[in-house]
């Protein structure tokens, strides 16, 4: 066979046994169509069908087809991660403020403190853990963001799920999340630093800020219609300057997105981009982070890695938004719900870590021990989630005919107290 039908074998189980097993064994409610993907991308992978049949997996995914892969699955997920930036909401962020700093600080403070402990106990117990070019506190560093990441785009799609997004209670949700996603960003940053090209990456950042400025007032000046076109040459101009400073192009794809204002365009059309790149070339991001995956260490010891980093981002989670909760004076059980939403991982923190094992800061076992707790941490949201949701929502039905969440009084008295 040519390498052009081989490619395309490849592209046909892509998407057909992801489907497959998605619409016949209707996962929907504990596991979407995109945690499909990503558990297809590892069974898919060299530790499982791989190992069982190595003559399948050299055939198909051979040396040419992955290089041809990657070059889609860079672009998927710069173009995803643009998405995301632009989506930030910064001036609601803004305009609450302290609600939101208390929020965000300690759901991404509490599962960080966590992850940290969670890395330097897998350090403590055995080797393997740390990639060739990462020193100990990068590895640390960056297994506790892991632990601290919310994945925005997913929670936007579970969001729309429970039917909440575009209520004041997932508003709420999401800028909590938002908040926490650039400081996500600036912690990855922060971990690529490369002190033998600190002067390049200092150069990038002050030339971007500049560049930035320009870009959004050109965005404003020019039709609608070309903001798509031209965003997408800011993105790619983006990628290859941080790139080319050493701070990875997803660096340089979220700040491209993120210095853009997102009523710079139609919100129907961005959600409707949106699910189109997840459709259409996204899992092929998935396929190949499965590809990475490696159980060398020993799989025992990868899956209780991956239970440790799940606990500490789940309790982690959970404690610091109740916290949060007990000092803004919310309603019994909202901060558990709001708790169980942010600590979703996912495509988020996929990315992020694999720019840590793209930099060698983190093995690949470490990288399929992060991604299989990504994967649990996903599953288990909208099933614990949608029958506590229902439970807060049951007391405010009975006062209110149509009452929800969003609408509770603590919910009124966060608001009211974040305008002022």
């Not at 039709?223 to 080319?244: E, K, N, S, T």
């Not at 000092?327 to 990315?351: D, H």
Request: aromatic fraction near 12%; include cysteine.
């Amino acid at each position: 066979m040519t390498i052009t039908e081989i490619f395309l074998i490849a592209m046909l189980i892509i998407f057909a046994i992801p489907y497959a097993v998605w619409r016949l064994l209707r996962t929907e409610y504990y596991a979407p169509l995109v945690v499909v993907q990503i558990v297809g991308g590892i069974l898919l992978g060299p530790g499982i069908l791989g190992a069982a049949f190595p003559g399948y997996y050299e055939f198909v995914f051979n040396p040419q087809v992955i290089d041809a892969l990657n070059g889609i699955a860079w672009w998927a997920v710069m173009i995803f991660v643009w998405i995301a930036g632009i989506e930030l909401d910064l001036r609601s962020a803004w305009k609450h403020r302290v609600e939101t700093g208390i929020t965000a600080g300690l759901a991404l403070g509490a599962p960080l403190a966590l992850g940290c402990a969670a890395a330097l106990a897998m350090l403590a117990f055995g080797g393997g853990w740390i990639g060739p070019e990462g020193a100990t506190w990068q590895f640390v560093l960056g297994i506790g963001m892991a632990c601290a990441v919310t994945a925005l785009p997913i929670l936007v799609l579970f969001l729309e799920k429970l039917a909440i997004l575009r209520q004041p209670f997932g508003q709420r949700v999401l800028r909590y999340a938002s908040a926490d996603d650039i400081a996500i960003w600036g912690v990855l940053a922060l971990i690529l630093l490369d002190w033998d090209r600190v002067g390049r990456q200092l150069g990038f950042l002050v030339v971007f800020g500049f560049a930035a400025y320009a870009m959004h007032k050109f965005m404003r000046a020019i039709p609608a219609r070309d903001r798509w076109y031209v965003g997408l040459i800011w993105l790619a101009l983006c990628g290859f300057a941080a790139d080319w400073a050493g701070l990875h192009f997803m660096v340089g794809a979220f700040l491209s997105g993120a210095v853009l204002d997102g009523d710079m365009f139609d919100r129907k059309q961005m959600d409707q981009f949106r699910d189109h790149v997840l459709l259409a070339i996204m899992p092929v991001f998935f396929l190949s982070t499965g590809l990475r995956t490696d159980w060398q260490v020993g799989s025992l010891a990868v899956f209780a890695a991956a239970a440790l980093m799940l606990v500490a981002a789940v309790a982690g989670k959970l404690a610091g938004v109740h916290l949060a909760g007990k000092i803004l004076g919310w309603s019994k059980g909202e901060a558990s719900i709001v708790g169980w939403l942010l600590q979703t991982k996912a495509l988020i923190m996929i990315i992020f870590i694999n720019v840590l094992l793209d930099k060698g800061i983190i093995s690949n076992e470490a990288f399929t021990a992060a991604l299989l707790m990504a994967v649990a941490s996903t599953m288990l949201t909208v099933p614990i989630v949608a029958p506590k949701l229902a439970a807060l929502k049951a007391p405010d039905a009975e006062r209110a005919p149509g009452a929800n969440v969003s609408s509770s009084p603590s919910s009124q008295r966060t608001c009211a107290s974040n305008d002022q």
